[in-house]
């Protein structure tokens, strides 16, 4: 009868909970996805803007001063490197640089950064291909004062300060009582004289070399004091990493690096 066939017990399947695991299973494997591409592409962005346009470093010291500061337990100024500025040129008298240690005469008291641990060693390596961590090398900033070709010299005799090519120069971004307090603190050590340190030279830049210099001229272990190296002191262009163009940290000193010409 058909009264008899509708009172058959029925049996239904109730997959509300199933199906409801399975959307948030779902729906978490989706945000997982989600975050791991985001981090892919900022990782690979990070790769090409580190490895082929900008780069953050930290000033290690007060060679630089006042233009860049940099010291034992203060805010070391965080600079901003353009590597491109020289893929299609070369360096020029002013330019702020950030160059490879040339040497080891200029490695000084420098210590790797990496970890003995092999493994922990390779994790650092490839951080540094995204910026977080610092490569692998003595990074050094100074500014360019003559290039290939010419002669580099200074005698404090004869009061001229250094020269390139028997000129004097223009190095408004050297500051002069700076170098006087350095003087009288040291007594008479460090900073007399027109060349703020010993005499130097006649020296002649090799070609694809530069020579850089300290703002900071007597606390500056730059070109003067590696002259016994192979190179004599110049830095090869293929070492330099590349031009200084602002600092970006501390707040209050933030802003562009000058590249004042000291031949013009």
Not at 210 to 231: C, I, K, L, P, T
Request: net charge negative.
């Amino acid at each position: 009868m058909n009264d008899s066939t509708d009172d058959e017990p029925k049996f239904v399947i109730k997959d509300g909970d199933a199906t409801g695991d399975d959307a948030k299973s779902s729906g978490f494997g989706k945000i997982v996805k989600e975050i791991a591409i985001v981090v892919a592409i900022v990782l690979v962005l990070m790769f090409v803007f580190t490895q082929f346009l900008f780069r953050q470093y930290v000033v290690p010291s007060e060679s630089m001063e006042s233009t860049l500061h940099g010291c034992y337990g203060c805010s070391n100024d965080h600079i901003v490197i353009d590597k491109m500025a020289y893929r299609f040129g070369e360096p020029q008298p002013g330019d702020v640089v950030v160059f490879k240690a040339p040497s080891e005469s200029w490695d000084g008291t420098w210590q790797s950064p990496r970890s003995s641990n092999p493994v922990i060693h390779k994790i650092q390596d490839v951080l540094s291909w995204v910026a977080l961590a610092p490569p692998d090398e003595n990074n050094l900033v100074k500014r360019v004062i003559a290039t290939g070709g010419q002669t580099v010299e200074c005698h404090n005799a004869d009061g001229k300060g250094v020269t390139v090519n028997g000129k004097p120069l223009d190095e408004p971004y050297i500051d002069k009582d700076l170098q006087v307090d350095t003087n009288t603190s040291t007594e008479g050590i460090l900073g007399g004289g027109s060349c703020y340190g010993d005499d130097f030279g006649p020296l002649k830049v090799p070609d694809g070399n530069v020579w850089v210099m300290g703002d900071n001229r007597s606390s500056s272990a730059d070109s003067r004091f590696h002259q016994e190296d192979q190179y004599h002191g110049t830095v090869p262009v293929d070492d330099i990493r590349g031009k200084v163009r602002f600092i970006l940290f501390p707040f209050s000193r933030i802003g562009g690096v000058g590249d004042h010409d000291p031949q013009s």
